[in-house]
């Protein structure tokens, strides 16, 4: 089945630096890639997705690059705030039957904990 | 409009005891899936149902877990005779026909077991 490998675990930065997380996945047919952020007692929130047929979307200060051919993807995210400050995780699915064809199960890696220091 | 809705927040069980959390989906959502978020673990999943009807149970335990999504109010998992490794976050999310692409998460229900 799927896995999904994110890194890094941590990362802290600056305040109006930049902050990039990687994630890599294993299955081929793996079509949809969202970011969600977590804030401390909080459900993940949704803040970017990208589709297999596009190599990069952005959105104001964040954005996510795929290479389909390498199986990564990041998340970019330039002139950060201390309200960036919350754990970030990476998710991947493809299409399944079982779904009707829709997206089937959403495999998350296991997070990066962010600290924006002002 | 409302986001997706969980109940309660927080819940203290004794071991033994049954657990039931309750996800309201977000509205003119009828997709709903819930996972299992462990401290500093990634959110696993645990099932997907569509209106009365389950459509994925692949990632629940086959033992004291259950899950249902009635026509009428809100989708259900039900842990039986809970242990503490059931002490976790339990969250759900919900999707519409037309984006199931997208999850839309709640707040989750944070389980402890004593």
């Known amino acids: 089945g799927e896995n999904v490998e994110q890194h890094p675990s941590t990362l802290s930065v600056q305040e109006g630096d930049s902050a990039v997380i990687k994630c890599t996945y294993s299955?081929?047919?793996?079509?949809?890639f969202p970011w969600y952020k977590q804030e401390l007692g909080k459900g993940p929130q949704l803040i970017i997705d990208?589709?297999?047929?596009?190599g990069e979307k952005k959105d104001q200060r964040i954005a996510v690059t795929l290479n389909k051919t390498a199986k990564h993807f990041s998340l970019h995210i330039t002139e950060t705030q201390p309200e960036d400050s919350a754990v970030y995780f990476c998710?991947?699915?493809?299409?399944?039957?079982?779904?009707?064809?829709?997206?089937?199960?959403?495999?998350f890696g296991k997070g990066t904990k962010l600290s924006v220091k002002p | 409009n409302a986001g997706v809705m969980q109940n309660p927040r927080h819940l203290v069980r004794r071991r033994g005891q049954e657990a039931r959390l309750r996800c309201s989906p977000m509205?003119?959502?009828?997709?709903v899936y819930w996972y299992r978020q462990l401290p500093e673990e990634g959110l696993k999943f645990m099932v997907y149902l569509q209106k009365e009807n389950i459509i994925d149970e692949s990632g629940m335990p086959k033992e004291r877990f259950s899950a249902e999504f009635p026509k009428e109010g809100p989708s259900i998992l039900r842990i039986q005779q809970v242990v503490r490794g059931d002490s976790a976050a339990y969250f759900c999310a919900s999707s519409s026909d037309r984006g199931r692409k997208v999850r839309y998460f709640g707040p989750g229900t944070r389980l402890t077991v004593t």
């Open positions: 299955d081929s047919a793996s079509n949809y």
């Open positions: 509205k003119g959502h009828s997709h």
């Open positions: 990208i589709r297999s047929n596009v």
């Open positions: 998710a991947a699915s493809k299409s399944d039957m079982n779904y009707g064809g829709s997206q089937g199960n959403l495999i």
